[in-house]
């Protein structure tokens, strides 16, 4: 059964630093893993999507990787602001089913 | 714009009530699916369905119901077998399946209990 694993569940970083946050999932047979942000009480926004033949996806100040071997992705923030603090999932696609992680709680202090 | 629409924005339910939740896409996806979220939890599917007519169970479907009678619409109700209906639940599509394209979230429905 795949199990998709965020760490840390909360992060609280100073405005302007660079950051990453991880994802880990235990099968490794996906066809997509896509980042999304939700902001409190509001439903989810998709941030990046990797095909499962990609390694990365870049939008502005985002960069999100892949390795499928390792079960592992990374959403690497560059100089932070104030108005990346939300929680931000990750989560994986197979058999069009997508499974989410619990995600991690971003907090950027001004 | 497209996009999708939930309502009501804030619900209550009554014991042994059943509630309908709203959710319509103008997006012309195929697939829509129902998810629910409890504070701190991921999101867990209730139910999806990938094209008008069928329906399929998700993880958690016990004490839920839908239908799919146009393309545009996937309604979820919330039935009195349902014990812990106290949640946020969101709605969801994409094109065909969700091979390459993310899925398109609603602002979601927060159902409380009276």
């Known amino acids: 059964k795949q199990e998709v694993t965020q760490i840390p569940a909360a992060l609280s970083v100073p405005e302007g630093e660079n950051l990453v946050l991880n994802c880990s999932f235990t099968?490794?047979?996906?066809?997509?893993l896509q980042w999304f942000r939700q902001d409190p009480g509001k439903g989810l926004t998709s941030l990046l999507l990797i095909q499962s033949s990609q390694r990365e996806q870049t939008s502005g100040r985002l960069n999100a990787s892949l390795d499928k071997s390792s079960g592992r992705s990374t959403l690497y923030i560059a100089a932070s602001q104030p108005g990346d603090s939300a929680t931000y999932l990750c989560a994986v696609d197979r058999d069009d089913k997508i499974i989410f992680g619990k995600g991690t709680r971003l907090h950027i202090l001004p | 714009d497209g996009g999708i629409t939930q309502s009501p924005k804030y619900l209550f339910r009554k014991e042994g009530q059943n509630v309908t939740l709203s959710c319509e896409q103008n997006l012309n996806h195929d697939a829509m699916y129902w998810y629910r979220q409890d504070p701190g939890q991921g999101l867990r599917l209730i139910y999806y369905s990938q094209i008008v007519n069928d329906f399929q169970k998700g993880d958690i479907a016990e004490g839920y119901s839908v239908s799919r009678e146009k393309k545009e619409s996937f309604p979820l109700t919330v039935t009195s077998a349902q014990k812990n209906p106290t949640a946020f639940y969101l709605c969801?599509?994409?094109?065909?399946?969700?091979?390459?394209?993310?899925?398109?979230f609603g602002d979601g429905t927060r159902l409380s209990i009276l």
């Open positions: 969801a599509s994409s094109p065909y399946g969700t091979g390459n394209q993310p899925q398109h």
């Open positions: 099968d490794s047979a996906i066809y997509n």
